[in-house]
Nanobody, 123 residues
Framework: QVQLTESGGGLVQAGGSLRLACAAS????????MAWFRQAPGKEREFVTA????????DYADSVKGRFTISRDNAKNTVYLQMNSLKPEDTAVYYC????????????????WGQGNQVTVSS
C-alpha cells in the first residue's frame, strides 16, 4: 500500500520560511516524479512544483518561482519543499503527489496523494 506522509506545515509571518517534507512508502520511490499542489479556501487545487525521478528536472508555478525549491532524497524516500519569502497568498493546504513518470502539472497524472498539510502565512 502506497502512503505519502507529510510534515512541516504551520503558521509563519510574511517573509518567513517553512520546509515541508513528504515521506513515501509502499513502492519504489525513485521510479516516480513527485509534485506539490496546494488548495486555498474557496479555490481549486493548483500546481506548485514538481521534480523528476532523478531530481535533475524541476518545474515551478510562476507564483512561487524564485521563492520555493523542491528537492528529493531517493535514499530516504522523501521529497521536500523549501518555502522562502512567504506571502499571505501562499496560505493553503499543501499536498504532495506521486505517480507520474515525468514532471507534469496535471493532477490526474499522479495516482497517490498525501493527506495535506496546512500552511498559514500571516501579514
Amino acid at each position: 500500500q502506497v502512503q505519502l506522509t507529510e510534515s512541516g506545515g504551520g503558521l509563519v509571518q510574511a517573509g518567513g520560511s517553512l520546509r515541508l517534507a513528504c515521506a513515501a512508502s509502499g513502492r519504489t520511490f525513485s521510479n516516480y516524479a513527485m509534485a506539490w499542489f496546494r488548495q486555498a479556501p474557496g479555490k481549486e487545487r493548483e500546481f506548485v512544483t514538481a521534480v523528476s525521478r532523478g531530481g535533475t528536472i524541476t518545474d515551478y508555478a510562476d507564483s512561487v518561482k524564485g521563492r520555493f525549491t523542491i528537492s528529493r532524497d531517493n535514499a530516504k524516500n522523501t521529497v521536500y519543499l523549501q518555502m522562502n519569502s512567504l506571502k499571505p497568498e501562499d496560505t493553503a493546504v499543501y499536498y504532495c503527489a506521486s505517480g507520474s513518470q515525468v514532471v507534469t502539472r496535471i493532477p490526474s497524472r499522479y495516482d497517490y496523494w498525501g493527506q495535506g498539510n496546512q500552511v498559514t502565512v500571516s501579514s
